[in-house]
């Protein structure tokens, strides 16, 4: 039997797909099908059943002008391909140093010509670390060991965030992405200029440190919008810039102040 996901339908097929371990989808996209390929996993099945449903990722429908959207950490491209149909007049730069994930991000972004990739990742200093592969998915390869890694590792190329968008000429991000298992907050860190003027930020964090430190980074600019906490140091957060939060929205009507004196 097809196995189906929510946007996607896919077979998990016995032939061999250059890889033995990728099946072959479609996507529904804004001019027709788009062929999609993913591990084949429970866990990437469900990643991108979470992100073509905009679970993960959930639509903010009053917010326009979106140009610019920095997709780091982008893997096989489900993110990707979600967002550039989201934002079909928005330029898409994809962020993957993950040899196994970024060989399929770059399939999956083909027929999308308002999405970039480039073969590397994101960091708040240029620097060659190892990334230790997922146990269960590359969406769980992570430059920091854990009991979700295993002890096999290749070497990624991580480059200094600010110094990339520089060179790039990106004087302003609309939309933020960032799943990189464990280095967002040194991310978001090196993004600091241009933190303030993002509208919508989609952030996940791995441990109840880094989602303080994330609060903490967005507090003055953003306002909590969304989220799903799965466990106590995992969660996923979408940040929405706070001069765009409708005056009628649940953050006014709702809010409860206790003044004490």
Same mark, same amino acid.
């Given at each position: 039997?097809?196995?189906?996901?929510?946007?996607?339908?896919?077979?998990?097929?016995? +032939? +061999?797909?250059?890889?033995?371990?990728?099946?072959?989808?479609?996507?529904?996209?804004?001019?027709?099908?788009?062929?999609?390929?993913?591990?084949?996993?429970?866990?990437?099945?469900?990643?991108?059943?979470?992100?073509?449903?905009?679970?993960?990722?959930?639509?903010?429908?009053?917010?326009?002008?979106?140009?610019?959207?920095?997709?780091?950490?982008?893997?096989?491209?489900?993110?990707?391909?979600?967002?550039?149909?989201?934002?079909?007049?928005?330029?898409?730069?994809?962020? +993957?140093?993950?040899?196994?994930?970024?060989?399929?991000?770059?399939?999956?972004?083909?027929?999308?010509?308002?999405?970039?990739?480039?073969?590397?990742?994101?960091?708040?200093?240029?620097?060659?670390?190892?990334?230790?592969?997922?146990?269960?998915?590359?969406?769980?390869?992570?430059?920091?060991?854990?009991?979700?890694? #295993?002890?096999?590792? +290749?070497?990624?190329?991580?480059?200094?965030?600010?110094?990339?968008?520089?060179?790039?000429?990106?004087?302003?991000?609309?939309?933020?992405?960032?799943?990189?298992?464990?280095?967002?907050?040194?991310?978001?860190?090196?993004?600091?200029?241009?933190?303030?003027?993002?509208?919508?930020?989609?952030?996940?964090?791995?441990?109840?440190?880094?989602?303080?430190?994330?609060?903490?980074?967005?507090?003055?600019?953003?306002?909590?919008?969304?989220?799903?906490?799965?466990?106590?140091?995992?969660?996923?957060?979408?940040?929405?810039?706070?001069?765009?939060?409708?005056? #009628?929205?649940?953050?006014?009507?709702?809010?409860?102040?206790?003044?004490? #004196?």
């Amino acid at each position: 039997m097809p196995r189906k996901v929510r946007g996607i339908e896919g077979t998990m097929s016995k +032939e +061999e797909i250059k890889r033995p371990d990728v099946a072959e989808a479609t996507l529904q996209g804004p001019n027709g099908m788009i062929p999609f390929q993913l591990f084949k996993t429970d866990v990437c099945f469900q990643v991108a059943n979470d992100i073509f449903a905009g679970t993960t990722y959930p639509n903010v429908p009053f917010v326009s002008g979106v140009k610019t959207v920095l997709d780091i950490g982008a893997n096989v491209g489900a993110a990707a391909v979600y967002l550039a149909t989201s934002y079909p007049d928005a330029r898409i730069y994809a962020f +993957e140093p993950g040899s196994d994930a970024l060989s399929l991000l770059k399939k999956n972004v083909a027929p999308l010509r308002n999405v970039t990739v480039f073969p590397f990742g994101l960091y708040f200093h240029d620097a060659v670390l190892s990334l230790f592969h997922g146990k269960n998915d590359s969406v769980e390869s992570s430059v920091c060991a854990s009991t979700r890694t #295993e002890y096999e590792s +290749e070497p990624i190329r991580l480059v200094d965030a600010s110094r990339i968008l520089y060179e790039l000429g990106i004087q302003k991000v609309d939309v933020l992405k960032i799943d990189t298992e464990g280095c967002e907050v040194p991310i978001l860190q090196s993004l600091s200029k241009w933190l303030p003027d993002v509208k919508v930020l989609y952030v996940e964090y791995h441990s109840e440190r880094d989602r303080r430190r994330i609060d903490d980074l967005l507090a003055e600019t953003h306002v909590l919008w969304r989220g799903q906490i799965k466990f106590a140091y995992r969660g996923e957060f979408c940040y929405l810039k706070r001069d765009l939060v409708p005056d #009628e929205s649940e953050i006014h009507t709702c809010e409860i102040l206790l003044n004490v #004196e």
